[in-house]
């Protein structure tokens, strides 16, 4: 029912991770075209991620593989990190904090900073709150540049393809307030980030991902990698970490 309080069971966030949502048909989830009204029949079911879908079709103003990206990268960190503040960085939209307090709603508010964000931003957040009352008051959007974001020690902050050298930014930002931190990078810059002299072994994007890793664990910080489909994007890989 149309603004009820949805309690997330929890299957949305533990089912297998192999098996990602399948609109019916041929529907490429990559594809950066709009979801619109037109969509709505993709996404008959009552799971969560179909109700998600529905709104986002409805609003009309986020590309399809924004959808996936987040619903994927939300579930996989909040296997990990739950409660706490989310910020989400470079976040566009912020589909990918909402969706990260449906899923947990232990999370007191989201802010969703980027350096210019998008008009219809406030479109979306408007109908993902009108299905989902609990949200109105709880997101909150905010224009400034990553290193500037004060963050907290309890926050979760998450970003989702911060180009090249902003997914180190967010890191970093990170790091010194000791808050966990996902990123799934993309953009790498081979020619200024840091591959360690791998590049023999391993392409260069991946070998700035690993000295990522690396740099974390070498602070003591306890590392977990995973990807999310490749059929939603080569820029697959996800980072999440937090203080040991």
């Keep these: 029912m149309r603004g009820e309080v949805m309690r997330t069971s929890q299957a949305d966030i533990i089912a297998p991770l192999i098996v990602s949502p399948q609109p019916a048909g041929t529907f490429a989830r990559s594809s950066k075209s709009r979801l619109t009204s037109r969509d709505f029949d993709r996404f008959p079911d009552n799971t969560l991620f179909h109700r998600i879908a529905r709104v986002v079709c409805g609003a009309g103003c986020l590309p399809r593989k924004e959808l996936f990206e987040a619903w994927e990268v939300a579930r996989r960190i909040r296997r990990r990190f739950r409660g706490g503040r989310?910020?989400?960085?470079c976040g566009g939209h912020g589909v990918l904090g909402q969706i990260m307090l449906l899923l947990d709603d232990s999370t007191p508010d989201v802010l969703i900073v980027d350096r210019?964000?998008?008009r219809s931003a406030s479109t979306l957040a408007r109908a993902l709150a009108s299905e989902w009352p609990r949200l109105a008051g709880r997101v909150s959007f905010d224009e400034m540049p990553v290193e500037t974001v004060g963050l907290r020690e309890s926050?979760?902050?998450?970003s989702i393809h911060a180009c090249g050298e902003l997914t180190d930014?967010?890191?970093?930002?990170?790091?010194r307030s000791r808050a966990r931190v996902a990123v799934m990078p993309c953009c790498h810059q081979l020619h200024a980030a840091q591959t360690g002299r791998?590049?023999?072994w391993l392409d260069g994007p991946l070998a700035i991902d690993v000295i990522r890793a690396t740099?974390?664990?070498a602070l003591g910080w306890e590392v977990w990698t995973q990807t999310i489909p490749v059929g939603i994007t080569p820029h697959n890989r996800l980072l999440l970490a937090k203080p040991a």
């Design 198 to 200: 791998l590049t023999g």
């Design 169 to 175: 930014q967010v890191i970093d930002l990170a790091v």
């Design 155 to 158: 926050d979760v902050v998450a």
């Design 86 to 89: 989310v910020v989400d960085l």
């Design 116 to 118: 210019a964000l998008p």
């Design 215 to 217: 740099k974390l664990r």
